[in-house]
């Protein structure tokens, strides 16, 4: 008997929810196998790490804090994706967002409030946006690919902030550690409760809704499907692709920027190096993981904020933080290797030779 | 009585929503020409991947010399030595001919021999008079060299029974008499031969015998004495077809397009179209008759903004649409059927009702000024569908995945309903079967008497004559000749095309 997999005519409903749940556990198996190859008990740690990222108030805020920014980079990712453009660059506009909303409580520390976040949250934005601009005109008008540029601004970004933190912006009471001095109180975003959860969750949330419409029910939205799937279609039912590419990297570049801005103000209070620990390159797997489906990049952002989390908390047990690495790789294999199930269906032949599906 | 080397007996093959085979006998004889005639979508791409192991048959039996076979790929199809040329080829791009003639094969060792494979497919080519340049890089090729290519690869690989789909229907007429000298040579040989084609020539000039299908099903099989157009058709379509249309009185409209001493570039950068002239009147199909490649493509994107004209001008209505941009074309009610159906016309991911949109998503009726209105937009393409009898499964079925004829008929359907005022279409007949053809030259028709200026090119002469009313002969990127078509001759058309007859035809070719 020989089992066989045969293309579906569309990728299943069921199927799309479930494999990457059961791909998921299958990747938590396999790292549990290593786990207890070094002598731990995989499942202990496991709940250790579930407990300590859900099973309290400080875990989940610590959880959501480290799921907002990959939620919102996740968003713009995805937003570039569905246009196959392949903007790798998240992390740098992200530092181009968070340096740009610096620059407004250093350099005027007395806005009132309601000018202050506005003024940054703008500023920030812009600079993503610009930030992902250059590799998007270099593509309009050389065709240069923008995978190798918007990777290369990354560290182009961050060695910018290095700069101005370890040089022009480094807060002279600061005992000389590379830090900017403390924002202003009007220059923080407001947070939930004693929690650190910040107003970025509602910015990502609001995105959600607005990219849901965007893609289900928009003009712009089905150009960008357009254009993503066949450019010639496109230019022939007289769509501006040139026009559209700027302004979905702008737009995505934009919205990682926002990121980097709700993080200085909302978490850390003041630039200093190192402000990411990686979130626009996990946000890449993120909206891969998740289909681009803003809905499902919430809930992966969630999953890998529990990661984190959970990662810091088994530290204590003595396992190496490598780990929470180990776990996302093995997800992302899996649920790579699952798609297969999702867009392909097992058939069994029977002894007949006529052959059975299995739905 | 020769035995045969194939039989397939009882074949089915279902796919979601369609049986596109429904228990279908046919042998295949070595040394025949077999033809394989139906509508489209009647299953005949499907039956032939099934014989060639691309796709896994739901019931029936293969035999090959007798023996019951069972293929998981075209691997072991090859291995057998059946060969299939798909419609759409499948070779890759960057690689060389050589490389991807070595690469579908399972016999040789792991190391590849270079100058041994290079020989040998030398050798080939030249027995069956097939040139062609094993070193070249494939995206170098014409679509008449990747043809032979495929070709090649499949005598190189040792095939038997080869299978050709729709083969000509990408040709140019001198390469496609090369071609059935090739079959003609093989079939001498003891190879068998099946080929799909929608034109009934070249049914008579070749074929020795014919599987007629219909809706998954076999509706005759003739051989070559007992061949009959009246019969064969009633197979294929189950009536009578028209061969001659109504062409209704000669229009004295107003000139709706009026292309003066036009010059452009061809991808290549070289001149496709020269100094061309032409003007179309209200309600008057205006046929271009030509060898493809001869400016065609670079006219008819110059007149729908796909392309920039380098001088000369382009005027609409007597307004200067000179170098417009392809969205104010379409605004103006200019509708295009370009001659790549899939990945121009259509988008082959999206589905039936997202291709239904794309030259409508702007229009009030469909959309306000963000948002997209998603019942109008259902209830439209519904009755589309409907209308033009496009056979789908669902309307969110990938349009990737219908037959060639329905491709067609959708994109009609949509460029129709625009309701336009200059219609170009290319090859509008391509592909289609002889009651698609029907069906779509009367629409063209219907369009002609609603108007509409028809800008009509086409590489079939038969199909100018039947519909155009003036005829310009294109080439070298030049208009050569241009008659009303009561005065329009065959051979003089045929001399034009080929290049003969004009002063200076010669002489052109060099600057090309
Ligand atoms: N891969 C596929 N998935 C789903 N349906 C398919 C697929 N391939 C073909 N079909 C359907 O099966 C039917 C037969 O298609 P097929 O391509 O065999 O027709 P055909 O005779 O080759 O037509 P044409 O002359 O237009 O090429 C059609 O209704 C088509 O839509
Ligand atoms: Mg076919």
Redesign the interface.
């Known amino acids: 008997m020989r089992i066989r997999f045969e293309k579906r005519l569309a990728p299943s409903p069921l199927m799309t929810v479930a494999v990457p749940v059961v791909s998921v556990i299958l990747a938590l198996l396999f790292c549990a196998a290593f786990l207890a190859l070094t002598g731990r008990h995989p499942f202990e740690l496991y709940f250790a790490m579930l407990e300590g990222a859900l099973g309290s108030a400080y875990g989940l805020s610590e959880t959501t804090v480290k799921a907002i920014p990959l939620m919102l980079c996740g968003l713009g990712i995805s937003l570039a994706f569905r246009m196959q453009l392949w903007n790798i660059g998240a992390e740098g506009q992200f530092y181009l967002g968070a340096f740009a909303a610096t620059w407004v409580p250093l350099t005027f520390p007395d806005l009132p409030v309601f000018i202050m976040l506005p003024m940054m949250l703008l500023l920030g934005m812009a600079a993503g946006a610009l930030w992902a601009l250059g590799p998007a005109y270099l593509k309009v008008k050389w065709r240069v690919n923008e995978i190798i540029t918007t990777l290369m601004l990354n560290y182009v970004g961050i060695l910018l902030v290095n700069y101005f933190v370890y040089g022009p912006w480094r807060d002279p009471k600061g005992f000389n550690f590379p830090l900017t001095a403390e924002f202003p109180p009007a220059a923080l975003l407001p947070t939930f409760g004693g929690s650190r959860i910040h107003v970025g969750l509602l910015l990502a949330l609001a995105l959600v809704v607005l990219f849901i419409v965007i893609f289900r029910n928009s003009r712009w939205g089905y150009e960008i499907k357009v254009i993503g799937s066949s450019e010639r279609a496109a230019r022939y039912a007289g769509m501006d692709i040139k026009r559209n590419m700027l302004l979905v990297m702008a737009l995505s570049g934009a919205v990682c920027g926002l990121a980097g801005m709700t993080e200085v103000s909302g978490i850390a209070g003041r630039l200093q190096p190192g402000l990411s620990p990686g979130y626009g390159y996990t946000a890449i797997i993120v909206a891969w993981l998740a289909r681009l489906n803003p809905v499902a990049i919430v809930l992966v952002a969630g999953m890998f904020g529990v990661l984190q989390v959970g990662g810091y908390i088994v530290q204590t047990f003595g396992v190496p933080a490598s780990m929470v690495a180990m776990i996302q790789g093995a997800v992302l294999f899996f649920v790579i290797g699952g798609e297969m199930f999702a867009n392909y269906r097992v058939v069994f032949p029977n002894s007949k030779g006529a052959e059975k599906a299995d739905e | 009585m020769l035995k045969p080397i194939i039989t397939m007996r009882g074949m089915y093959k279902r796919?979601?929503?369609v049986l596109a085979n429904d228990n279908i006998d046919m042998d295949i004889y070595p040394g025949e020409i077999h033809a394989l005639l139906g509508e489209n979508g009647s299953g005949k791409s499907t039956l032939m991947c099934v014989l060639s192991g691309l796709y896994?048959p739901?019931?029936g039996?293969i035999c090959v010399e007798g023996e019951e076979k069972r293929f998981?790929s075209p691997r072991d199809a090859i291995a057998c030595g059946i060969g299939m040329v798909h419609q759409h080829f499948k070779l890759v791009e960057p690689f060389s001919v050589a490389e991807n003639i070595a690469m579908s094969g399972q016999h040789g060792s792991f190391m590849l021999s270079t100058e041994k494979m290079t020989a040998d497919i030398a050798e080939l080519g030249d027995k069956y008079g097939l040139a062609i340049k094993p070193e070249a890089s494939v995206w170098q090729l014409s679509v008449g060299e990747k043809q032979r290519v495929e070709i090649v690869r499949m005598l190189y690989h040792g095939s038997r029974v080869l299978i050709l789909d729709e083969p000509t229907a990408v040709l140019t007429p001198q390469e496609a008499a090369e071609m059935f000298k090739t079959l003609r040579k093989m079939a001498a040989d003891g190879c068998a031969i099946v080929f799909i084609t929608h034109k009934l020539n070249e049914v008579y000039e070749l074929a020795d015998r014919v599987t007629v299908l219909r809706g998954g099903r076999v509706t005759g099989v003739l051989g070559r004495n007992e061949l009959d157009t009246k019969k064969l058709v009633w197979m294929m379509v189950g009536r009578d077809v028209v061969s001659q249309y109504e062409r209704g009185v000669m229009p004295e409209g107003r000139p709706v397009l009026e292309v003066q001493k036009a010059v452009a570039f061809n991808d290549m950068g070289m001149y496709g179209l020269k100094d061309l002239s032409l003007t179309i009147n209200e309600g008057e199909i205006f046929g271009i008759a030509g060898v493809a490649g001869n400016g065609q493509r670079e006219l008819a994107e110059v007149i729908?903004?796909?392309r920039r004209v380098a001088d000369g001008t382009i005027r609409l209505y007597d307004e200067d649409v000179t170098n417009s941009?392809?969205?104010?074309?379409?605004?103006r009610g200019v509708s295009?059927v370009?001659e790549?159906r899939l990945?121009?016309?259509?988008?082959?991911?999206?589905s039936v009702l997202?291709n239904l949109?794309?030259?409508s998503?702007?229009q009030p009726e469909f959309?306000g000024r963000?948002?997209?209105d998603?019942k109008a937009i259902k209830e439209r393409a519904a009755k589309l569908v409907k209308e033009y009898k496009v056979k789908v499964?669902s309307l969110?079925?990938?349009v990737k995945?219908l037959s060639g004829g329905h491709l067609q008929r959708l994109l009609l359907a949509r460029e129709i309903a625009e309701k336009p005022k200059l219609m170009v279409v290319v090859y509008p007949a391509r592909g289609l079967d002889v009651g698609a053809t029907e069906a779509v030259h009367r629409l063209l028709l219907d369009l002609k008497a609603e108007k509409t200026a028809v800008l009509l090119i086409s590489e079939d002469l038969d199909e100018i004559m039947k519909l155009a009313d003036r005829v310009g002969v294109l080439y070298n990127g030049r208009l050569v000749g241009e008659f009303p078509v009561e005065e329009a001759d065959i051979e003089r058309i045929g001399l034009l095309m080929a290049g003969s007859g004009t002063e200076g035809g010669e002489a052109d070719a060099y600057q090309i």
């Open positions: 796919f979601p929503g896994k739901d019931g039996t998981r729908t903004g796909l941009r392809p969205a104010d074309m379409i605004a295009y370009p790549d990945g121009v016309g259509l988008v082959p991911e999206l997202e949109l794309l030259k998503y702007q959309s963000w948002l997209l998603s499964s969110d079925q990938p995945m």
